[in-house]
């Protein structure tokens, strides 16, 4: 089983629709938690952060649950611009960073 | 401010050959990783350093070395490149680790025949 799992999707949706995805970890040692951005042959990008209390940041809601090791990411009124492969990672001992395989997502006008 | 600078972006390796993969940031960060990208696998941490003189191994460090002798560079050798060492590798950097996330290179991407 690998330590971070998302659905790799493709997840197709258009312009203005709601999205979800979804990740879960393994490791219950787990300190912080991230979900990343990466277009198409370009590096991660740091989208945010996930905590506890969730948190948003403007059209991006995301959301942590420890007791069930479950990690979530909410994109409202998607844009073009948001299609993108979407990265679970999950940080130990501030220096190992697990990625998931990543979800991808399409926008569609 | 460069940010996390790698080189080169494409490098075409013969089986055998060893070459180093350049990584240097100019954010006096602590911490700095090299990582790989394959197909359907996610990225996979190789060897990371927690400061100058300080190295560790990661998930998949067998077939590279790396050291740090200065904060801004951490360079990754491939010692006898391997096809299935063909991949994009990415070098990373942060100033907390943990807390505040990492910032990626551009990415180097290598291809061993």
């Known amino acids: 089983r690998k330590e971070v799992e998302q659905d790799p999707g493709p997840f197709n949706v258009p312009e203005g629709a709601t999205v979800a995805f979804n990740c879960t970890y393994s490791?219950?040692?787990?300190?912080?938690f991230f979900w990343y951005r990466q277009d198409c042959r370009k590096e991660p990008k740091l989208l945010m952060s996930?905590?506890?209390s969730g948190n948003e940041d403007g059209r991006f809601t995301a959301q942590l649950n420890r007791a069930s090791q479950y990690i979530s990411l909410l994109i409202r009124d998607s844009k073009l611009s948001d299609s993108a492969t979407y990265l679970c990672?999950?940080?130990?001992?501030?220096?190992?960073?697990?990625f998931g395989a990543g979800t991808r997502l399409t926008v569609k006008p | 401010n460069a940010g996390v600078t790698q080189t080169p972006k494409f490098q075409v390796l013969k089986t055998g050959q060893s070459m180093t993969l350049q990584c240097a940031q100019d954010?006096?960060?602590?911490?700095m990783s090299w990582y790989r990208q394959d197909p359907g696998m996610g990225l996979r941490l190789i060897h990371y350093s927690v400061g100058a003189g300080i190295t560790d191994q990661g998930e998949v460090p067998n077939g590279y070395n790396v050291s740090r002798s200065t904060t801004e560079d951490f360079p990754l050798r491939l010692l006898s490149a391997a096809p299935s060492q063909t991949s994009v590798y990415f070098c990373?950097?942060?100033?907390?680790?943990?807390?505040?996330?990492?910032?990626f290179g551009s990415g180097t991407r290598l291809t061993v025949v």
């Open positions: 490791n219950s040692a787990s300190q912080s």
């Open positions: 996930v905590y506890s």
């Open positions: 990373a950097s942060s100033y907390s680790g943990g807390t505040w996330g990492y910032t």
């Open positions: 954010m006096n960060h602590e911490y």
């Open positions: 990672v999950v940080i130990y001992n501030n220096n190992d960073m697990r």
